[in-house]
């Protein structure tokens, strides 16, 4: 009896499960401060989107099903740390709209210090179509910005960029837990003097679980890591696929693709460029300490009965100016591009094919590394050296300035099996970028230097002559300067903006010629 008891009670229970999941989604719109139309101070709307997310517990634990929209060109300062204990989802505005992802910043705290991470999750968290931007908020040290914390949870992340944290972006802290990364972009990330260094994409913490479940990253862009693309250094990994990344310019002392102890893995068509970019040497032996081996990009520890690892089509260079620095030091050797261990996993007769070597040129992407690697070659323990080459308002890039496309003539368009580019796609097409849809209106701006000191250079060109206004928002939304209004020829056009009466901090310039509008962001020294 007892257990005809139990069986209807799980029935009861699977079928209020089903019933809970089939609910239509419910949505609640969340609004920032618009860059577009501002309203109001920034602090009008601190922690809005804690404060919604939290207001609406009730409403949330009633439809599992619940999505937070927030809308393109609003930003959300983020105070608080965000804790769910139930399902979360939070998305942005489709990538038809016009206009901007919707932005996350570092908001402030009652005390008025800076937030830690964004979100700790206790329970399913699903991201999409969000810009998560650790540069602004006023210089904090995020610790990471999203730890799934709960075992037997699933993270989906989709569309996003996560940008500019001290010291990564997911941090992976429970057992069995379900991780899909797609269409995203992860780029300035660690700290050489904070969190010692860190800067990975995704770190797994050994120290505090043993297995993770399902680990899939596909068609999504890394850049500017000062440690790793994925961190693992002992937890079994049952299902792992990396598909078409790509990953430029990752410092790393340690590794690039730490496997560990990966049941499956697939490891297929992606671009390592400059992975590794400082190279071996017993400089920082403490954080180094592979064998010769291991000290790849792409690494595997341990083989054991019925594994599976596919490494193939993979593109990995390095830049000739990097191999030029690290010839200049006889203790200096290149890392290999794959480990023994994977060499022995895939089989000799499958080395042939699981990479080769095809130097790109990509546009518009940090250039300087190089000479990163040089001065940190001639003195690896001087405090002179910046955090890290090219990170945030230090002279980095932000995530919409990023062009990855490279020529059709290339060897690695058509390498991929299906005649496709390896690496990530998200910038291939017609050049559109998919955060911004700056390719889709055909008008596309940009001002150099960024960052700059008093004066920089906004340069577009204009197919038709047309009236044209440049405007400089500061970080709350109100215009503090006119930079031009008026009527202009059609070609292309350099205006240059003095920003001398301005103090220093992140500002918008927004360019509009007829229809035509962009806005975009810059930083003053």
């Not at 922690?47 to 930003?75: F, Q, S």
């Not at 100016?321 to 200049?328: E, F, K, Q, Y």
């Not at 004066?455 to 400089?472: E, G, H, P, Y």
Request: charged share 20%; glycine share 8%; proline share 2%.
């Amino acid at each position: 009896m007892k257990n005809i008891y139990k069986l209807l009670v799980s029935v009861c229970l699977l079928l209020s499960f089903s019933t809970i999941q089939a609910q239509e989604p419910r949505i609640v719109e969340v609004s920032g401060y618009d860059l577009n139309n501002p309203v109001g101070e920034v602090d009008d709307y601190n922690n809005v989107l804690w404060d919604i997310i939290y207001g609406d517990t009730l409403g949330r634990a009633e439809n599992p099903n619940t999505i937070y929209m927030l809308k393109r060109n609003h930003v959300y300062p983020l105070g608080k740390i965000i804790s769910n204990n139930f399902p979360l989802h939070i998305e942005g505005e489709g990538t038809n709209d016009d206009g901007f992802l919707p932005e996350i910043i570092v908001g402030l705290k009652s005390d008025g210090t800076t937030g830690n991470d964004y979100i700790d999750s206790y329970s399913d968290l699903t991201l999409k179509n969000i810009y998560f931007n650790g540069d602004e908020g006023g210089g904090a040290y995020l610790h990471r910005m999203i730890e799934m914390r709960k075992s037997n949870s699933r993270f989906i992340i989709d569309g996003c960029a996560l940008t500019g944290d001290n010291s990564g972006a997911v941090l992976l802290k429970a057992d069995s837990l379900k991780v899909y990364v797609r269409n995203s972009v992860m780029g300035n990330l660690g700290h050489r003097y904070v969190m010692n260094g860190n800067g990975r994409f995704i770190e797994i913490r050994s120290d505090v679980l043993s297995y993770v479940d399902t680990l899939i990253i596909e068609n999504c862009l890394t850049y500017n890591l000062t440690d790793r693309i994925i961190r693992n250094e002992g937890s079994l990994v049952n299902y792992l696929k990396v598909d078409h990344l790509t990953a430029l310019n990752t410092v790393g002392r340690n590794g690039g693709l730490d496997l560990a102890n990966a049941r499956k893995a697939i490891i297929t068509n992606n671009v390592f460029a400059n992975v590794i970019s400082i190279g071996h040497t017993d400089a920082n032996a403490a954080e180094q300490n592979q064998a010769d081996g291991h000290f790849a990009v792409i690494a595997l520890d341990t083989i054991y009965s019925g594994q599976s690892i596919e490494v193939r089509n993979n593109n990995i260079f390095w830049d000739e100016a990097i191999h030029n620095a690290w010839s200049l030091y006889d203790t200096v050797e290149s890392p290999n591009y794959i480990c023994s261990t994977v060499k022995a996993a895939i089989g000799e007769a499958n080395v042939e094919k699981a990479y080769f070597s095809e130097p790109l040129v990509f546009a518009n992407t940090c250039g300087n590394i190089a000479g990163y690697v040089a001065n940190y070659y001639a003195n690896p323990l001087s405090l002179e050296l910046p955090d890290s080459w090219c990170v945030g308002g230090d002279g980095g890039l932000y995530y919409d300035e990023i062009d990855v496309s490279y020529a059709s003539t290339y060897a690695s368009y058509k390498a991929d099996d299906n005649g496709e580019p390896v690496g990530c796609q998200l910038h291939f097409d017609d050049g559109t970028n998919i955060f911004t849809n700056k390719g889709a209106s055909g008008f596309n701006v940009t001002c150099y230097p960024n960052p700059f000191l008093n004066k920089t250079n906004i340069q577009f060109s204009l197919a038709n002559a047309s009236k044209v206004t440049i405007s400089v928002y500061d970080i709350t939304g109100a215009e503090v300067q006119t930079v031009l209004n008026s009527e202009l020829n059609a070609g292309d056009h350099t205006i240059e903006l003095n920003a001398s009466g301005l103090t220093s901090g992140i500002y918008f310039y927004k360019v509009e010629a007829g229809t035509k509008v962009a806005t975009k962001k810059m930083v003053l020294k």
